[in-house]
């Protein structure tokens, strides 16, 4: 791993780890870094740079080659992933950390090698949970025990509840209805589930934070998005990003043994700008845009967490 060049004076890290984008022709990508992968982190971590030296590791990630068998029908495949992850992590701890708090991010497969990593390397360790901000499981699936807040994935790192709790997880998928029976996120047991090990399917339900609202209810979502993924109505705008203000609430919502956060769109008659679709299908709701349709709020969340920590820690 190479020492990023700073652009912030930030005193705390961010440790994102990438969703699928290799196409690479094998079960496991190598660590030749490639467009996809430069563009995953400008579009989903580069907005949390004022407020955090950003780490985004190279790892041998699951193709979409090896994808293509189901999510949980190449263990071998998961398991090299996950150890070239924490190879990536202990290299950042042992060279670069200097005892400095961190936040993690994780989207879609990068948010199942994640839970793997903080399920086993930073759950049970007080001392590096005592140096956890936050971690923002994105598409992910942790789970906790019915009604409660920790418990099942994490035994110590329980949900975040309000912006100013810390050592705490951000965890969300996003839908426009309710997950179907086959999703592959919101439901325990199934799906994303299995890249990180999660089988139980009984006593658990998918653990949903509302990113716009840790506290609960309803609220109003700040996305933002790269402008050339998702550009406005003429006429045109030259900056690099853009957001939609007022377009789109969300809530989390739990039924028929599923749990999501429910996104909506506010717009109104004869609003023309372009709003998300199940561009995957109903079984991946949201997906390809859990990240960017919830972006500034969870920058927001960041820097009142970040807050919080110096303050108990000053």
Request: proline share 8%; glycine share 8%.
């Amino acid at each position: 791993m190479t020492a990023p060049v700073a652009k912030t004076d930030s005193s705390f890290d961010c440790f994102y780890v990438y969703p699928t984008v290799s196409r690479q022709p094998a079960d496991n990508a190598d660590l030749t870094i490639q467009s996809a992968e430069v563009e995953a982190a400008i579009s989903q971590a580069s907005p949390f740079s004022p407020h955090c030296r950003i780490w985004a590791p190279m790892y041998r990630q699951r193709t979409e080659q090896s994808l293509s068998k189901g999510l949980g029908n190449d263990p071998t495949a998961d398991a090299v992933a996950y150890r070239s992850l924490l190879a990536g992590w202990q290299d950042y701890l042992a060279r670069y950390n200097d005892n400095r708090p961190v936040i993690f991010i994780g989207h879609s497969q990068g948010a199942a090698m994640l839970i793997r990593l903080l399920e086993r390397q930073i759950d049970p360790n007080s001392t590096l949970r005592n140096r956890m901000v936050t971690a923002i499981i994105a598409g992910g699936n942790v789970t906790v025990p019915i009604g409660q807040d920790v418990g099942s994935t994490f035994k110590h790192v329980p949900l975040c509840t309000s912006g100013g709790e810390t050592s705490c997880v951000i965890a969300f998928s996003t839908f426009p209805q309710r997950p179907p029976a086959d999703s592959l996120f919101g439901r325990p047991g199934q799906g994303v589930s299995l890249q990180s090990g999660q089988t139980a399917t009984t006593g658990v339900q998918v653990a949903c934070t509302n990113p716009a609202a840790l506290h609960g209810g309803t609220a109003v979502l700040d996305p933002l998005f790269l402008t050339k993924t998702m550009p406005p109505p003429a006429p045109p705008v030259t900056t690099p990003w853009v957001s939609y203000p007022d377009l789109y609430s969300a809530q989390c919502q739990n039924a028929d043994g599923a749990s999501w956060l429910q996104v909506t769109s506010d717009a109104g008659s004869g609003d023309a700008r372009p709003t998300v679709s199940e561009s995957l299908g109903p079984r991946w709701g949201y997906h390809v845009d859990d990240i960017n349709l919830t972006l500034g709020n969870l920058v927001d969340d960041v820097v009142i967490q970040e807050q919080a920590y110096a303050a108990m820690h000053g």
